[in-house]
């Protein structure tokens, strides 16, 4: 995990120092699914952040709970949470109660750590409003702010650095991670200006396999989306009842988006939509 810079830094390590906060960012949407509300083209990126006195911590638990579902059965599992919930691949091998209880552990996993997440949306139309506000630049590194896929990550990266400038005097410190996918595992972006706020001014992209705290920008990722499935929906069924029971704690997490309320399900209060 090494990013290229004028001084070569190994983010592995500096994760494992406890300097540094650790951000893991990975991506959702629905692409082509008429949703009530929601452009079927929409892009969101979701960043969770773990400060530095828990890195090393949650960096040892998850690969325990894939140990956990290795002794299930499972070969060389993965927390993808949207083959969980659909019980697809390996986790076909599982029935709904026992997949369900993965999403009670990684609920518990975030509110005991009390994890802050920001998501960052655009689809077309609302890309074309924020390029009508001012002039931006053509690219954030390989990212294009023409792209609105691209400038939902460039905004969520950006609204990260906002996030560390706003606390510990504005002397913190990140390593940030990104699923792969726009770029390869093993890519980096780097920009002198990121410095020092994002260590060596690298954004790294990696597998979750490699850097497995990734999994948990995952699932905060599909708690999101399917919240904004769900709060559309005229019936709730019990299993989507007992989904929303399960992950409402974890709502309480995400910092920079709008509490709404499910149809069909009065007893939650405060229900969050991942809108820019």
């Not at 991670?177 to 770029?183: A, I, K």
């Not at 979750?208 to 919240?227: C, E, G, T, Y």
Request: glycine share 6%; with cysteine; aromatic share 10%.
């Amino acid at each position: 995990m090494i990013a290229p810079t004028s001084k070569t830094v190994n983010l592995a390590t500096e994760l494992r120092s406890g300097r540094h906060y650790g951000v893991f960012i990975d991506d959702t949407g629905s692409p082509g699914l008429l949703t009530p509300g929601l452009h079927a083209q929409r892009k969101s990126w979701v960043a969770v952040i773990i400060p530095p006195h828990q890195i090393i911590e949650v960096m040892d638990q998850i690969p325990q709970a894939l140990s956990f579902l290795q002794e299930l059965g499972l070969r060389d599992p993965e927390l993808h949470f949207t083959e969980i919930w659909g019980g697809r691949g390996e986790f076909s091998k599982l029935d709904m109660q026992q997949r369900l209880s993965i999403f009670r552990f990684m609920a518990y996993i975030f509110t005991t750590y009390k994890f802050q997440v920001l998501v960052q949306t655009f689809d077309p139309i609302n890309m074309v409003e924020i390029q009508n506000s001012t002039n931006w630049p053509e690219s954030f590194g390989p990212l294009k702010f023409s792209n609105h896929e691209d400038l939902a990550l460039i905004f969520a990266l950006l609204r990260v650095r906002l996030h560390l400038k706003g606390i510990e005097d504005g002397n913190a410190t990140a390593c940030v991670v990104v699923d792969e996918g726009r770029l390869n595992s093993g890519a980096s972006i780097v920009l002198p200006g990121l410095d020092p706020t994002f260590c060596a001014g690298a954004i790294l992209f990696a597998s979750s396999k490699l850097v497995h705290p990734i999994q948990l920008a995952d699932f905060a990722a599909f708690v999101m989306n399917r919240w904004q499935l769900l709060r559309v929906k005229d019936n709730l069924n019990e299993l989507d009842k007992t989904f929303l029971e399960i992950v409402s704690p974890v709502t309480e997490c995400f910092i920079n988006i709008d509490s709404v309320k499910v149809h069909g399900f009065p007893n939650t209060s405060s229900i969050r939509q991942g809108l820019s």
